[in-house]
């Protein structure tokens, strides 16, 4: 398994991405690209409660782990994924050409309507962007929809997402040290499940 030396520019690491693509490997570093471990992917997708005919948003795509647990249990699930990093977004859409992939930026997209039944999302860390990413994606959900979503266990996640997550019945579990690991970061994460019960 092949790591990005830190050193590369992002042009190098966007080449040597589509290098591990064509060949099959495990993405392992893009511009705060940290994909999300597939047991994690599908436990993510079992507190989803997927349901047929439901319309799904995965908001930042990267390689795909997330689209790939939610078509394992719903091969014609509605999904709708986003992505902005060109090399991935071209990797998505020849893997998953039954889903609908966007080439943007989730967070200033203007592409995407609200009235998702469930959104499953691992967003960018950086700045605390997870926490805008989060809160956007909640704005996004239908009444009775169900956010499942992965976040820093920071000091601004817990002061803003936690009591939303609180106030709303979810879940807010930390995740064991080194959950990112193989993805080159031992980053502190949580594992969130919001519901929304009021339009």
């Known amino acids: 398994m092949e790591k990005m030396p830190n ?19 495990k993405v392992m570093s893009v511009h705060e690209l ?22 799904i948003l995965e908001p930042s795509a990267g390689t795909g782990a997330l689209i790939e647990s939610i078509l394992r249990v719903d091969p014609d699930a509605d999904c709708t994924a986003v992505e902005c990093e060109e090399v991935l977004f071209h990797h998505l859409r020849k893997t998953f050409p039954n889903v609908k992939v966007l080439h943007d930026n989730f967070f200033i997209t203007r592409r995407l309507e609200s009235g998702y039944d469930r959104i499953l ?11 805008k990413h989060i809160q ?15 976040c820093a266990d920071g000091p601004r996640q817990n002061d803003i997402l936690k009591p939303l997550v609180r106030a709303a019945d979810g879940c807010w579990e930390p995740l064991p040290i080194g959950t990112f690991k193989e993805a080159g970061t031992m980053v502190r994460t949580v594992l969130l499940t919001f519901q929304k019960w009021h339009s």
């Open 136 to 150: 956007l994606a909640m704005s996004l959900l239908s009444p009775g929809g169900r956010l499942v979503a992965i």
């Open 34 to 55: 940290y994909p999300t471990p597939k047991h994690l992917a599908n436990r993510m997708v079992d507190l989803a409660r997927l349901q047929p005919g439901q319309k």
């Open 7 to 25: 050193s590369l520019s992002i042009a190098e690491k966007i080449n040597l991405t589509r290098m591990q693509l064509e060949r099959g490997l």
């Open 121 to 131: 999302m691992n967003p960018p860390f950086l700045h605390a962007l997870d926490i």
